[in-house]
């Protein structure tokens, strides 16, 4: 939404964020494959990589999204508050991890927690095989939404930079999302914390 607000696209920075966007769902792709099914503390994949390939591909998607837009508040949120975010939300639960689990605090050791080694974490002798079905479909509900919005917003995106949208088509669509969160409040009784993730 913030991002929408500001936006100001034009073809070539279409290009740029689409083509940021499109790495991001495949990593995003990547990263559900092995989601469904893999151990407890399983490095395969993408996690020999990155500690939260799932958290990298939607920060690059809020980045990909932004730079489409030409948004400047959505690029600030997507490159400066976001990542502070995901470190504030997870910092306690590895702590746990950590503390628990030996193998979990020599991995969180080796593997950068959002930005990709280019060195590969040891590959686990007994892990689970990639799933194409979880790849495409996902089981995480928050995710299909979240790229449900994401679809959305690119839609909006393009029909600005062809100008069928008016020139105030992203206030009236923010507008419009906003109202629909205030009724699945008021609705189902929700606190915005979960509303929003």
């Known amino acids: ?12 920075s279409l290009w740029i964020g689409g083509t ?13 494959g092995y989601t469904s099914h893999a151990q407890e503390h399983a490095v395969i994949g993408p996690f020999r990589f990155v500690r939260h390939p799932l958290r990298l591909s939607l920060w690059l998607l809020a980045i990909g999204f932004s730079l489409g837009a030409r948004s400047f508040p959505g690029l600030l949120f997507s490159l400066g508050i976001l990542p502070l975010l995901y470190t504030f939300d997870l910092s306690h639960e590895e702590a746990q991890r950590r503390r628990q689990n030996l193998a979990a605090f020599r991995y969180g050791k080796f593997v950068p927690a959002l930005v990709p080694t280019i060195f590969p974490y040891r590959r686990e002798a007994t892990a689970a095989p990639f799933s194409w079905r979880s790849g495409l479909f996902g089981s995480d509900t928050t995710v ?41 409040i008021i609705l189902h009784r929700k606190t915005l914390r979960l509303v929003f993730s």
């Open 144 to 184: 299909r939404r979240r790229l449900g919005r994401f679809v959305i917003g690119w839609a909006v995106l393009v029909l600005l930079e062809r100008t069928i949208l008016p020139v105030k088509g992203a206030w009236i669509v923010s507008g419009l999302w906003l109202l629909l969160l205030l009724i699945r």
């Open 1 to 12: 939404m913030i991002t929408l607000l500001a936006a100001f696209p034009d073809q070539r």
């Open 20 to 32: 940021i966007s499109g790495c991001a769902l495949i990593l995003l792709f990547w990263v559900q």
